[in-house]
C-alpha cells in the first residue's frame, strides 16, 4: 500500500510561482511513473505532466514551457514547479504514482487527495 501526501497549492496571482510537491510512503519496490493531474470544476480530470524513473517528461501542451517537474527517486517524491500562472491553471492537482512495485508480482496506480491552486487574474 502507497499513501501519496501533497503540499504547496494556494493562492496565487497571475503571472506568479508555485511548487508542488507530493511524497510516496508505504510499503512498494519501485514506482515506475509520478506525476499530476488537475481537474477544474465542471471538468474532467487531465494530465499535466508525468516523470519516470529515468526522469524522462511527458507534459500537457497547455503547461509546457511554463510547468517543470522534477523527482528525487531516493526519496521517491515528485516536484512540479509552475511558472507563469494563468487564471486557467485553477484546478485541484492530484498527485499520481503509476506501476508501483507494491510487491515481487503486484503492481497498482495510487493518487493523491489533491491539493487546490487557484490564481487570480
Known amino acids: 500500500q502507497v499513501q501519496l501526501v501533497e503540499s504547496g497549492g494556494g493562492l496565487v496571482q497571475a503571472g506568479g510561482s508555485l511548487r508542488l510537491s507530493c511524497a510516496a510512503s508505504?510499503?512498494?519496490?519501485?514506482?515506475?511513473?509520478m506525476g499530476w493531474y488537475r481537474q477544474a470544476p465542471g471538468k474532467q480530470r487531465e494530465l499535466v505532466g508525468e516523470i519516470t524513473r529515468a526522469r524522462n517528461t511527458n507534459y500537457a501542451d497547455s503547461v509546457k514551457g511554463r510547468f517543470t517537474l522534477s523527482r528525487d527517486n531516493a526519496k521517491n517524491t515528485v516536484f512540479l514547479q509552475m511558472n507563469s500562472l494563468k487564471a486557467e491553471d485553477t484546478a485541484v492537482y492530484f498527485c499520481?504514482?503509476?506501476?508501483?512495485?507494491?510487491?515481487?508480482?503486484?503492481?497498482?496506480?495510487?493518487w493523491g487527495q489533491g491539493t487546490q491552486v487557484t490564481v487570480s487574474s
Open positions: 499520481y504514482a503509476g506501476g508501483v512495485l507494491d510487491t515481487e508480482t503486484t503492481v497498482n496506480n495510487y
Open positions: 508505504g510499503r512498494f519496490f519501485s514506482i515506475a511513473v
